[in-house]
């Protein structure tokens, strides 16, 4: 019986570094909660950009090439990204050296290149609607690219990350009905989702 027991937990550990191989599993639930923090200060910023109460606007939905609410959006929207990615950086770089475990080798870049190339296509396609004046197709694109980009690499990470995949593109989906209300759902899936998902992961893999 004690070697069974063993065996087991042999094969349990040899699972564990086949795991530690082929996914990046440095991840932190924190990195998540930090990103979404960061959205949601970006919708409360564009709020104030927009000079909007509630989370529909008109003005938005298409506007004039030049015009004084698309270009601080668009600056307000890259700055946000870039912070979201140096947070989400921070704390995955804090969890990797306390589980010792390298944030770069073939996996990382793979998980890097999956996630980069939906995410650069769908940078270009936002881009050309802000130059068309389309600013109520932007939000759903972002979801859907995201979520994209999400699906495409969580093959090489945790599978909880195909999960916010989907639920992103289900709100880019829903976001296409709705255009005026792009702000809503971009809240929704790059705030509260980040914060629920980061708080799920840290609770399941980083509280012990």
């Known amino acids: 019986m004690e070697d069974k027991n063993v065996h087991?937990?042999?094969?349990?550990?040899?699972?564990?570094?086949?795991?530690?191989?082929?996914?990046?599993?440095?991840?932190?639930?924190?990195?998540?909660i930090g990103a979404g923090v960061c959205a949601l200060v970006g919708a409360f910023c564009a709020q104030k950009i927009m000079r909007i109460d509630g989370f529909f606007d008109y003005q938005w939905i298409f506007f004039e090439e030049g015009s004084s609410v698309g270009r601080p959006l668009m600056v307000l929207g890259v700055a946000i990204f870039f912070a979201a990615l140096a947070v989400a950086f921070l704390f995955t770089y804090l969890r990797s050296r306390k589980t010792a475990t390298p944030i770069w080798g073939t996996t990382s870049r793979r998980l890097m290149w999956n996630t980069m190339i939906p995410l650069l296509v769908g940078g270009i396609v936002t881009f050309r609607f802000f130059e068309l004046g389309l600013g109520g197709l932007i939000?759903?694109?972002?979801?859907?690219?995201?979520?994209?980009?999400?699906?495409?690499?969580?093959?090489?990470?945790?599978?909880?990350?195909?999960?916010?995949?989907?639920?992103?593109?289900?709100?880019?989906?829903i976001n296409l009905w709705y255009i005026g209300y792009g702000l809503l759902f971009w809240t929704i899936g790059f705030g509260v989702l980040h914060i629920l998902y980061g708080a799920i992961m840290w609770w399941k893999y980083e509280k012990k």
């Open 139 to 173: 939000a759903p694109s972002c979801l859907l690219f995201y979520g994209l980009a999400l699906i495409n690499g969580s093959k090489y990470t945790l599978s909880e990350i195909r999960w916010l995949g989907f639920s992103e593109l289900a709100l880019g989906l």
């Open 8 to 32: 087991l937990d042999a094969l349990q550990d040899i699972k564990q570094m086949m795991e530690r191989s082929s996914r990046f599993i440095s991840l932190s639930g924190l990195s998540g």
